[in-house]
């Protein structure tokens, strides 16, 4: 059999930690590796295969499209671009009207950023402490964690920090200099930490206060994730801009961000992508926003992550210190590093990620069997208790 790992440690750049597996197939919320062992996807792509993988009507729709057009810039109209963008805005939240499309979740967050600062003039950019928003200049200098950041010092100035779910700061860090604040509904990478209603009602109101602009990030939270199509539904509450990515295109690579009435019709020419809004990246993500309502997969993530995030306070560990989540996207804290954990659930056939040092996460694929959940279960509890002595 050839050695595929050892072909990508030869030829890879580097950057990417990798384990030691081969994933070579898959189907619905299971992933299958060179020696044929499955395993159950608690990964989910990192948030970009919310329909699990080979979903048949996903399958049909990118081999269609890939025979009729796969390329078309936005210099020029086209039917399946049309199309998606009129679908999505008839789908997400009341008061955005039009859509910039990309290719992944860091381009959407320089995009906005960009925006943001063209409508106000203004150069200052706000985020939380924990945040995390992408690895590209723009995007990496709102991101928080310092491991991402100081190799790549200086960064883009104006970005500041404040503390995540704390109104007590607001009035001094968001100000008449402040062109945009950017948060997330639920830090992912930071260690699966939700907004608090309060919150995020503060922040919206020292933003129109100001006269800035609210950035929400749902790349990660996005389409369904947290039991909304869009995890900013679960409050009363309108942002400025949206930036979307990661399950957009079902696995196809799209981004977009979504501009609120506010900002009307942008200057031609200040931003642009070769790639974004192209035939291929639309018809899947249309075939996302029907496959989500056919199979309510909303409404499936809500059930099942309330399920899961019970079954896991149920475990009677002395390892855990706290479950969050919201909907299909959870965080087990930990009072030890989780690298450990990670690694041996795989090795009994769970995939899973880490938030931080000490949060085990997870993101399964919405499409996950009931099954299949008790069972990482099972094996959560089990190698925990491997570990209690």
């Known amino acids: 059999m ?3 790992a050892n072909i990508e440690d030869q030829y890879s750049s580097g950057v990417y930690a990798k384990r030691d597996v081969t994933i070579v197939s ?11 062992k499955e395993y159950i996807d608690c990964v989910g792509g990192q948030g970009a ?18 025979a009729v057009l796969i390329n078309c810039p936005e210099m020029f109209y086209n039917d399946q671009r049309a199309g998606y963008m009129q679908a999505l805005l008839a789908a997400a939240p009341e008061g955005f009207e039009r859509v910039f499309l990309c290719n992944s979740g860091t381009e959407s967050i320089e995009a906005a950023i960009k925006f943001a600062r063209a409508f106000t003039g203004r150069s200052g950019i ?38 995540f779910n704390d109104v007590s700061t607001l009035d001094q ?61 679960h409050f009363d509450v309108q942002a400025d801009l949206l930036c979307i990515a990661k399950s957009m295109g079902g696995g196809i690579p799209m981004g977009a961000v979504l501009l609120g009435e506010k900002l009307g019709v942008l200057q031609t020419g200040i931003h642009g992508s ?34 899961f995030q019970e079954q896991l306070r149920a475990i009677e560990s002395p390892l855990i210190r706290e479950v969050r989540g919201l909907g299909l996207m ?19 056939g769970v995939l899973a990620l880490p938030a931080g040092l000490t949060t085990l996460r997870f993101l399964p694929p919405l499409v996950i069997e009931e099954a299949q959940l008790d069972q990482v279960i099972r094996l959560v509890a089990e190698v925990l208790a491997e570990n209690e002595s």
């Open 2 to 4: 050839m050695d595929y």
């Open 26 to 36: 898959g189907h619905s919320a299971t992933l299958v590796d060179a020696d044929g």
């Open 49 to 66: 295969a919310n329909l699990g993988h080979s979903h048949p009507k996903m399958v049909a729709a990118i081999q269609k499209q890939a």
């Open 126 to 163: 706000v985020a939380a402490k924990r945040g995390f928003h992408g690895r590209t200049m723009g995007a990496l200098s709102a991101t928080w964690n310092k491991k991402y950041r100081e190799p790549f010092m200086p960064l883009v100035p104006d970005f500041s920090h404040i503390s």
């Open 173 to 233: 860090e968001i100000t008449e200099d402040t062109a945009a604040v950017i948060l997330e509904i639920v830090q992912g990478e930071g260690g699966v930490y939700p907004i608090s209603a309060e919150f995020l009602k503060a922040v919206r109101e020292r933003c129109d206060q100001a006269g800035a602009l609210l950035i929400i990030d749902e790349v990660q939270t996005g389409f369904g994730r947290t039991g909304k199509l869009f995890a900013i539904q």
């Open 274 to 307: 070769t790639f974004g809004g192209n035939p291929l990246a639309c018809a899947a993500a249309l075939e996302v926003l029907n496959i989500i309502n056919e199979e309510n997969l909303c409404e499936r993530a809500a059930i099942l992550g309330n399920k």
């Open 330 to 348: 959870v965080g087990v804290e930990l009072k030890q590093k989780v690298a450990p954990y990670i690694k041996k659930l795989m090795e009994k």
